[in-house]
């Protein structure tokens, strides 16, 4: 449990209020204060490449993207970002700049030089991760920490001078030996992390900065931001810098933006986060959309997200620990032959409608099936409002399966919350994606964004034992939406999950390409993890707990990993796979593909 202390720093999550920030310009765009949510991007080419990094940061730019970052790998690497930022300024585009730095104090010495940002990451600014396991005596760290200082003490000063923002940004796989030892794989890890450059950069006197606190898996997302969030708050009203929201290696096509919808949209709906970029792996280009989707909502009336029935919310305290996940502990119950709460699966639902139009191919739908009808389930619909009928739930002998009625004037996030806050955790909770039901033809993707940052907002709070998506009028789609947003979580593992990387200036071999290729021949393997990273930076670290790791080592070179550890060297990029699918035989995770195609829904 969280230390007590910290929840008084929580957001409400009941009634959406945007964090209030500082403002921090980078160039003549201002991050956080009364600003709208600030779009950002990364482009693929190499940095060396003068032509291609000019065109693809305008054609980014002329999309909508507000920020544009550059990776810059190394001193000469960095030099070049002179060239781009000229040849960027004369074709008349005035999108700030952002150079992504890994390892290389001198490279962020050089870029400061040119571009209007510079994001570090505290995990290898100065440390060098060797996976070593050390205790480190008080003094010792602290010998550490002065390393540190003094090699980023120079950045500090050199960004002061000349006016630049910087991006404290912490990776929930890239934190150095010395954290780990310390604090652990946590959040608390990653906060540390970040809090620490701070220090220095406010012993500075030096304040343009802001904090991201970056992982694939969306429930260690939000509890990092969370738990940064309450520890800014609680180091007084002067640490109030803002945010930069992103999920590192969410994927592509709908895995990959309901991943980012999860974990960018859930706390975007606690009112954090001034910035944000998605991380697709995808043509950059394509990123913006879904940003904008995610960031809409909540542009609204300054930032403010309308609240319809907010006057009408109880103050109520939160029956979890907003910092830390565990799922509600309700009681198995039995519906329509599946077992339902505790620590069974969360089931899927659907309408009787929707039900009856799949139902001559039920059989054939492999995992992507419905489990249970609404309207045969025997749910109890409530208003969380109603105290009486509450009362009522909670005196009953029996454990029974509750909701959200439809058709209430409430935001649906604080309604289910609501509810989870007055009803006895026995009881299990039906989650729904929308209280008005599509009737017609609707956007999928609008669909598929807000229902997963409803829906992932909730699970990710530990909330939830079934759910039903209604906003998508077509059997089939609100089926595949309903497993892979529970995929997406974390909640209910059904089919292959891959953590790729978005593709950088760093990249090794086509991510895009390479990763179709890895789904082809391993998508059949339920329940393994796969991670597709582009080069070391998001190597071993950033795979978080993959099962495997396909790794660009050198260029046209892969290394092959088993969770962490790298066991196969400098494989030539046309024999990687076949040499991944051998590794994952050898480690008894490999079964060969069922016969016959599954049927489309």
Known sequence: ???????????????????????????????????????????????????????????????????????????????????????????????????DIHFKPDAALEAAKWVEKIRVNPGNYVDKKKFEVREYTDDQYAEELERIRDQFVPLVGLCKDLGRAMRIGTNHGSLSDRIMNRYGDTPLGMCESALEFA????????????????????????????????????????????????????GDGEDGRIKSAIGIGSLLGDGIGDTIRVSLTEDAIHEIPVARALAEPFQRSCGGLPQAGAAT????????????YERRRSEVIEVMGHQLGGDQPIRVFTSQEKWNAVAHKIEKMGDFKPEIVTEKSGVIELDPRDESAISEINQSADAKLVTVKDGLDLPLVA?????????????????????????????FQEVLLVGARRIGALICDGIGDAIIVQGESAPG????????????AGA?????????????????????????KIREATGHLKGVRIAV?????????????????????????????????????????????????????????????????????
């Open 199 to 250: 220090r220095i950069a406010r012993e500075h006197d030096y304040h343009n900065f802001v904090f991201s606190m970056k992982a694939s898996n969306p429930k260690v997302m939000i509890e990092a931001y969370r738990l940064l969030v309450a520890r800014l708050d609680q180091e007084g009203d002067d640490w109030n810098y803002p945010i930069h929201l992103g999920v590192t290696e969410a």
């Open 492 to 516: 209910r593992i059904f089919k292959t999950d891959y953590v790729a990387c978005p593709s950088c200036g760093r990249t090794l071999f086509n991510l895009q390409s390479t990763t179709q």
């Open 415 to 443: 309604a289910f919350r609501m509810l989870a806050f007055q009803i006895d955790p026995r009881h299990p909770i039906l989650l729904k994606d929308t209280l008005e039901p599509a009737t017609g033809d609707v956007d």
């Open 1 to 99: 449990m969280t230390d007590h202390a910290l929840l008084r720093y929580c957001p409400d999550l009941l009634a959406y209020t945007r964090r209030q920030t500082r403002e921090v310009m980078v160039g003549d765009v201002g991050i956080g204060g009364s600003n709208p949510i600030r779009i950002q991007s990364m482009i693929t080419s190499d940095t060396r490449d003068t032509p291609a990094c000019v065109k693809e940061i305008i054609g980014l730019a002329e999309v909508g993207c507000e920020i544009v970052r550059v990776t810059a790998q190394t001193k000469v690497y960095a030099a070049n970002l002179e060239n781009i930022a000229r040849e960027v300024r004369a074709a008349g585009c005035t999108v700030p700049l952002v150079a």
């Open 313 to 324: 919310l109880p103050e109520l305290a939160p029956s979890y620990d907003p910092f830390s």
């Open 477 to 488: 789609q609100s089926l595949r939406l309903s497993y892979n947003i529970l995929q997406a």
């Open 533 to 601: 990273m582009g080069c070391i930076v998001n190597g071993p670290g950033e795979m978080a707990d993959a099962d495997f790791g396909y790794v660009g080592g050198a260029p046209g070179k892969i290394n092959l990993y088993v969770g962490k550890q790298a066991v196969k060297f400098n494989i030539p990029q046309d024999e990687a796979v076949d040499r991944l699918i051998d590794l994952i035989r050898e480690h008894g995770k490999w079964i060969d593909a069922p016969e016959g195609e599954p049927v489309e829904i």
